[in-house]
């Protein structure tokens, strides 16, 4: 696989050598992230629902632990609906904006009660149009709350396609409709799952790990950046050490 290939025929490479890192036995029910464990325990896509709320702006791992916290006392919209705000707010502290976050499920909550009789509405017009609900967790709640084939769009989504050159784009939603046009669909269910594990793990935002990673023959950032940086500070070594060659030389004659 090279950069000449068009993005297109790189996305089946890309995703079978992700799946088999990260979801062997091709079960999003086996993911790692959050969502997918919640999921994993109890399918309800309410849950989904509620974790993706919290999950906004706020590492996976504090979303896992306040999703637990919140759903041990309060799992359905009439519990979280009449519950003490407050104690909304102490159960979900550990994700960013926690009061305004308690605020924002307890509002979801009611107009799940008064317009669809406590359930979760399974098409994007119906979610997209929920309070705090955008195109990220509608997607979410789709792929992970009903199996429904779909790109939720995060910042890891975001920097893997932009880095891999699958896409050119500045903003998550951006990217969401580019990936919607180029991915094959029957990649859509678990995109999000496997570019965030592998986002976390080896593209991570910082410090990518490219020694780690399979797709450097094609990677737009390796080629443009990261290999370009790495031969510089290579130049600037031998520069600053321009006899080390000599004496390790010198040394094994
Ligand atoms: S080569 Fe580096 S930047 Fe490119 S996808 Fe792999 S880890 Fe990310």
Not at 63 to 80: C, G, M, N, V, W
């Amino acid at each position: 696989m090279t950069t000449s290939a068009p993005a297109r025929e790189r996305i089946p490479f890309i995703m079978r050598d992700l799946a088999a890192r990260y979801l062997p036995a091709g079960d999003l029910h086996e993911g790692e992230t959050a969502l997918a464990k919640i999921v994993a325990e109890r399918e309800d896509p309410f849950l989904v629902l509620i974790s993706t709320i919290l999950s906004q702006r706020t590492r996976d791992e504090m979303t896992e632990r306040a999703s637990r916290q919140l759903f041990a006392k309060y799992d359905t919209p009439e519990a979280i609906a009449n519950a003490d705000p407050a104690n909304l707010v102490r159960l979900i502290q550990p994700v960013g904006f926690y009061r305004q976050k308690a605020l924002q499920i307890q509002n979801v909550s009611r107009v799940l009660l008064d317009q669809y009789r406590g359930t979760v509405p399974g098409t994007y017009e119906e979610l997209i149009a929920l309070p705090q609900v955008g195109p990220k967790t509608a997607n979410c709640v789709l792929v992970y709350g009903f199996g429904e084939p779909r790109i939720p769009t995060d910042t890891h989504v975001h920097r893997v396609s932009n880095r891999l050159g699958l896409v050119r784009t500045k903003t998550p939603e951006k990217t969401e409709q580019r990936l919607m046009k180029t991915v094959p669909k029957e990649f859509w269910l678990h995109i999000n799952e496997l570019f965030i594990r592998f986002g976390k793990d080896i593209c991570r935002p910082i410090g990518p790990r490219c020694e780690a990673c399979s797709f450097t023959s094609f990677c737009r950032y390796y080629r443009t950046v990261f290999a370009p940086k790495r031969h510089r500070l290579d130049q600037d070594r031998r520069k600053r050490s321009p006899g080390r060659k000599a004496s390790r030389s010198m040394a094994s004659k």
